[in-house]
């Protein structure tokens, strides 16, 4: 029964110190950006820290074996059921030192992991198991125990608890495994009583975490962004706040900021209208990301427009602005109107897979950020792309800034004219981000920037698109290679514009 006991622990610390690492990657890929490189950094980390575990295990007597497992797991579970809240009120409210809180974290949990199964297959050891039987049955739960929640993490834990949650549950359960192993090996244990009580405060503290885990996100996340926040939720792509201060709503996914209500009109009307004024024959528009509905929004407003395709691949994004009335106003009920459709997938794999023609197509995606977000400002990407526009169509991207992030700019630039297409680039300002760019293309259009609008518009003239397609000398065309989907230089270029901004 002891045995079987030990075994099952295994399944459930294993469990435990990947949800740790898969957590620490998550929260590192919102706050800082660049999923692959936060990933990679922390798995190193974190399997480097397990070997120093492992070979520090060792130096544990034979007969201390079990007392030191259950105070590796007490450990474990305060230190890793905490890592979530801690780690992101630390960015919160001092951002300065998370970084080195983050990777220390990451290290003191693989460690403590690392010398978890070292110490299970002794205690087995210990119990006359043939070393074979340790190692196959060790082994198997280990690794079980790392695909159950690899699966569970991103379908079900994430997107249903989030990752603060996720945290104090998963030190609940290495706590839950101290416990009964001070219960079932309690004849083998010296201080029987101190260890139980230490193990019962810890968990008493981790579950007042997990009930009150909304409240501390709240709290952390008004430190980060300041104001009021109307709604939040998180989702298996990202995190979605809502904040307001005054008249003043404001959109952030994965803390950074999307649109301002006070301005968005000056980004959706350069982005939308330029494009759609060139084309007053435009029946049909596919609108890629826009999951606010803003850019659709000014879409609807051509009487001649029929059909609106929206692919966003966040189906919280898009139900919020349709739901919530403070966000159904800013868009003017766009969901609603019966000519659009709203299609929750991946845009790359959805054009893959479906033969639609469109006369107009906006692209309106976050940053190029991360890979994920870098492949859909790829070749392969506008490739197909330009498959779905009919060759006196257009097409107009959101493309960062020309001024912040030039070298990305041009980088898009430069990737839509590898496929083909003919490119305008213009930029406008708007407050809330300051020089912001986009990038008209087309398959076979020669286009003009408009010298008037058939509907009125709250900053767009002939003077202000005169100026959105005029670039001063100081953000002037740079000669850039395009973005391979092998390589994604853009999320480079983008990273490296941006460091040289904070600098």
């Not at 992991?113 to 280990?142: C, H, W, Y």
């Not at 106003?329 to 893959?352: E, H, I, M, S, T």
């Given at each position: ?123 087995l050891n210990a119990r006359q198991t043939e070393f074979s039987e340790i190692v196959s049955k060790v082994l198997t ?178 139900a919020a602005f349709t739901q919530r009335e403070e966000l159904v106003a800013l868009n003017k009920g766009a969901f ?40 859909l400002y790829s070749v392969p990407f506008y490739g197909v792309l330009k498959k779905h526009v009919a060759a006196n ?111």
């Amino acid at each position: 029964m002891t045995k079987k006991i030990l075994i099952v622990s295994v399944f459930v610390v294993a469990s435990c110190g990947l949800a740790y690492e898969l957590i620490a990657g998550a929260l590192s890929s919102y706050l800082l950006g660049d999923s692959v490189l936060q990933f990679s950094t922390i798995i190193g980390c974190y399997l480097f820290a397990m070997g120093v575990g492992a070979h520090f295990s060792k130096y544990v007597k034979d007969e201390d074996v079990l007392a030191r497992f259950v105070d590796i797991e007490l450990a474990v579970g305060l230190i890793g059921g905490l890592s979530a809240a801690v780690l992101f009120m630390t960015y919160a409210w001092a951002a300065a030192p998370f970084r080195t809180m983050l990777y220390t974290t990451v290290f003191l949990v693989g460690a403590m992991v690392g010398m978890e199964i070292p110490l299970v297959m002794r205690a087995l050891n210990a119990r006359q198991t043939e070393f074979s039987e340790i190692v196959s049955k060790v082994l198997t739960f280990d690794y079980l125990g790392a695909l159950a929640v690899s699966v569970l993490f991103p379908l079900v834990l994430a997107p249903q608890l989030g990752l603060v949650r996720t945290g104090f549950l998963f030190g609940m359960l290495n706590i839950g495994v101290a416990l009964w192993t001070i219960y079932v090996f309690r004849t083998e244990l010296a201080n029987v009583a101190g260890r139980l009580l230490r193990a019962s405060a810890v968990m008493l503290a981790l579950v007042i975490g997990f009930i009150g885990a909304d409240r501390l996100t709240g709290w952390g996340e008004h430190g980060l962004f300041g104001d009021e926040i109307v709604y939040s939720t998180s989702t298996p792509y990202q995190r979605l706040v809502i904040t307001r201060w005054k008249d003043d709503l404001r959109l952030y996914i994965n803390g950074n900021l999307q649109f301002s209500s006070r301005d968005e009109y000056r980004y959706h009307e350069a982005l939308v209208h330029p494009m759609m004024e060139a084309l007053p024959w435009a029946k049909r528009v596919l609108v890629l990301g826009g999951g606010d509905g803003l850019a659709l929004r000014e879409v609807l407003r051509y009487p001649q427009v029929e059909h609106v395709t929206v692919v966003d691949l966040d189906p919280a994004m898009t139900a919020a602005f349709t739901q919530r009335e403070e966000l159904v106003a800013l868009n003017k009920g766009a969901f609603r109107d019966k000519r659009v459709r709203v299609v929750n997938a991946d845009a790359a794999v959805w054009l893959q897979h479906n033969q639609e023609m469109f006369d107009a197509a906006i692209v309106d995606f976050p940053d190029p950020s991360s890979f994920a977000l870098g492949k859909l400002y790829s070749v392969p990407f506008y490739g197909v792309l330009k498959k779905h526009v009919a060759a006196n169509g257009l097409v107009v991207v959101q493309s960062t800034s020309p001024f912040f992030a030039p070298h990305a700019y041009w980088t898009v630039d430069a990737t839509l004219r590898e496929v083909g297409m003919r490119t305008w680039p213009y930029h406008v300002y708007v407050p809330s981000f300051g020089e912001w760019g986009f990038i008209l293309a087309s398959p076979q259009m020669d286009y003009k920037a408009p010298t008037s609008y058939r509907l009125p518009m709250r900053f767009l003239n002939a003077d202000t698109t005169r100026e959105m397609f005029s670039f001063p000398p100081d953000m002037q065309r740079l000669q850039m290679a395009p973005n391979r989907l092998n390589t994604q230089s853009l999320v480079n270029e983008f990273e490296q514009d941006w460091r040289r901004v904070i600098r």
